[in-house]
């Protein structure tokens, strides 16, 4: 497996500019994270997924945040319109949940996302 | 809230010395693992150790070992034989709730010296 995959790894926007962030997890994983990462908020969970279901998305910061998993290999975040603020390195994780747990959450390599 | 708390933002360490990073968390599940990951300046995330809650046994992978205390919800890390790859910010990752979510601390920048 090529591990979990997120497109693209830069992007460089104007503010008030869609931009989509994709990821691919690794196959036979049924769990999704999505992480963003600043240097005063650390790492923060955005929204998590099971089985393709949202379960928490209590970190997304507000409306202009969204995101999707149609089915088990791909999932995608929004953030609509784009802000400065918004500008952070986006992180996608899978993970195998098991009876006792989350098993191990593989990284993707990160989008770096600009708002200017 | 359920938290991850790493109350160290930095570290140094001489190299070939041992150095350990603390982390203590809060979590309602009973079963379940938790992580150290390590993030070189390549800002990939890579899997330290691994220590499953129900095992008594503290987890050891080489130069790494942790020292896992689940009453005291305690996991921290040590670090033995520093080398200057091991350079890198350090974040510990623990279940927030029985929902599977996965949250983590503010991470610890450890910093090598020759």
């Known amino acids: 497996d090529a591990g979990v995959i997120q497109s693209p790894r830069h992007e460089v926007t104007e503010m008030g500019q869609e931009v989509t962030l994709r990821c691919k997890p690794i196959s036979g994983h049924n769990s999704l994270f999505w992480y963003r990462q600043t240097m005063m908020r650390g790492l923060e969970l955005l929204i998590y997924f099971n089985n393709n279901v949202p379960i928490d998305d209590s970190g997304m910061p507000e409306d202009r945040f969204s995101a999707k998993m149609p089915n088990a290999s791909f999932s995608t975040l929004k953030i609509q319109p784009s802000e400065p603020r918004d500008s952070a390195v986006y992180f996608c994780?899978?993970?195998?949940?098991?009876?006792?747990?989350?098993?191990?959450?593989?990284f993707g390599q990160g989008t770096r996302l600009t708002v200017v | 809230a359920q938290t991850v708390t790493q109350s160290q933002p930095e570290m140094s360490v001489q190299e070939a010395e041992t150095v350990t990073l603390s982390c203590t968390y809060d979590t309602s599940e009973s079963d379940y693992y938790l992580f150290w990951y390590k993030q070189p300046p390549s800002r990939q995330m890579i899997l330290v150790i691994r220590?499953?809650?129900?095992?008594?046994q503290n987890a050891t992978e080489n130069r790494f070992s942790v020292n896992f205390q689940k009453a005291a919800k305690s996991f921290s890390l040590k670090i033995s034989d520093s080398q200057l790859g091991d350079a890198a910010m350090y974040f510990c990752a623990s279940p927030s709730s029985n929902t599977g979510k996965l949250i983590f601390g503010q991470g610890t920048t450890l910093q090598v010296k020759p």
């Open positions: 994780a899978s993970s195998l949940r098991s009876l006792r747990g989350q098993v191990e959450a593989f």
């Open positions: 220590q499953e809650a129900y095992k008594q």
